[in-house]
């Protein structure tokens, strides 16, 4: 897929130079959570669950150069360049170790810093900001037992623009919706518990959803298939119950196998980064992942993106 963007960024940098004062600047006030959990021994095992299922350890190390789990420096490849995750450890000066509830909750829910500054969307907080205050807090929770890292955070390694945090905001403005993600109350709680982890925690879609040149996602082909950028870059399969394309002739079961084995009905391995992804779901209940299949099964069958 051939991104062609630069006559969209002129009008991107002529409306962020103008909206740029608007930008926030130092800590923020503090939100207020509806669901604070200490960090019990409850909520460290409830956060590490959902850190499985999230996978926060596949992009927060540095495979390459052998990193300390979580210490961040994974690389995040994009059509525009190369972004870094951030040191995710408790250690305070680099990691997360000084940030308090409040803060953390303003990164996953709002995509913001706890200086102010608007993260990226290689950080997925647009599929995070679905998740409930208490489990985010439970994650937190969760990255504070782990041993800190004093590894400096990366900047991005991408060309001019996409480095600008202040074109954050209308990127945000285009495609950022806040949450928390809503239960629907005409299906059943299985249903919602599917819909939650593949759109919030799991965050499916932030691969396998194409996305526009802009870098926003393509909501009408939600599940539909993408490439991946990077050097090695494979596809991300259509995950819709399209029968020609995508997981239509899976079984419920099919989709279990694949998210706790990593092998599909024709018994082939899941590849890299899904092999990743399967390192996390394998640790899930079985209910649980019975729960994704089943939401799965439910989205709009859609064609192949390739096609």
């Known amino acids: 897929m051939t991104l062609t963007l630069r006559p969209r960024w002129f009008v991107v940098l002529a409306v962020s130079a103008t909206i740029s004062a608007c930008s926030p600047a130092g800590r923020l006030p503090a939100t207020q959570s509806d669901h604070p959990a200490p960090p019990d021994a409850d909520a460290i095992k409830r956060g590490e669950y959902l850190a499985d299922a999230a996978n926060c350890v596949g992009c927060h190390t540095d495979k390459k150069h052998h990193g300390q789990p979580f210490a961040g420096g994974g690389e995040v490849p994009t059509p525009f360049g190369v972004y870094f995750s951030r040191n995710i450890t408790p ?127 393509e909501t009408g082909r939600s599940f539909a298939g993408a490439k991946l950028a990077g050097p090695d870059a494979n596809w991300a399969p259509n995950i819709t119950p399209d029968v020609a394309h995508g997981i239509g002739k899976w079984s419920v079961d099919d989709i279990v196998t694949v998210l706790t084995l990593g092998m599909t009905p024709d018994n082939s391995p899941v590849e890299a980064p899904m092999s990743e992804v399967v390192d996390g779901t394998s640790k899930l209940t079985d209910a649980d992942r019975s729960a994704i299949a089943v939401y799965l099964k439910s989205v709009p069958a859609l064609p192949d993106h390739r096609d």
């Open 91 to 217: 250690d305070p000066e680099h990691g997360i170790g000084a940030w308090n509830d409040q803060d953390f909750l303003r990164a996953l829910r709002q995509g913001i810093s706890p200086s102010g500054e608007y993260y990226f969307p290689a950080f997925p907080f647009p599929s995070f900001t679905g998740m409930t205050d208490r489990d985010i807090l439970d994650i937190r929770a969760y990255l504070l037992t782990q041993k800190p890292a004093a590894t400096v955070n990366k900047p991005p390694a991408v060309s001019f623009p996409y480095g600008i945090r202040s074109t954050m905001l209308l990127w945000r403005l285009l495609f950022f919706n806040a949450g928390p993600l809503a239960p629907d109350p005409s299906k059943d709680p299985e249903w919602n518990r599917g819909r939650y982890l593949v759109s919030a925690v799991a965050h499916c879609g932030e691969c396998h959803t194409p996305r526009n040149s802009l870098g926003g996602p």
